[in-house]
């Protein structure tokens, strides 16, 4: 358990800028997926005299690098370096932040532009 307190640092999530030589700042994002499972049986014998016990644990981890945030001269930018989504909905979701962004632009215009 003290390894994978260790590993949900939020440096790991949000990793360390890096600055380039002409002012440019990447910030990695990566995405932390992490799996337990536990499992236990007693099985029932007919001779008594033998353990019929089993048990089981697992846990896994996994971190995948999903996307940049890039900053330079006081504006960021996000460049994907994930796989596209296979569903519809993932689609969708992934979507949701630039629509509410250009919605948000669009109201902020005056209406007689």
Do not use: H, W
Not at 61 to 76: E, H, Q, S, Y
Request: aromatic content about 8%.
């Amino acid at each position: 358990m003290q390894k994978i307190r260790e590993m949900i640092d939020a440096n790991t999530i949000v990793g360390e800028p890096i600055t380039t030589p002409d002012g440019i700042t990447l910030i990695p994002v990566s995405r932390l997926c992490f799996g337990f499972v536990g499992g236990g049986t007693d099985f029932s014998q007919k001779n008594e005299s033998k353990s019929g016990f089993g048990g089981g644990t697992g846990a896994g981890v996994n971190i995948i690098p999903v996307a940049f945030l890039v900053v330079k001269d006081g504006t960021v930018d996000k460049i994907y370096i994930t796989p596209p989504t296979a569903s519809t909905v993932d689609r969708i979701i992934d979507t949701v932040p630039e629509v509410i962004d250009k919605f948000t632009e669009f109201m902020g215009k005056d209406i007689n532009e």
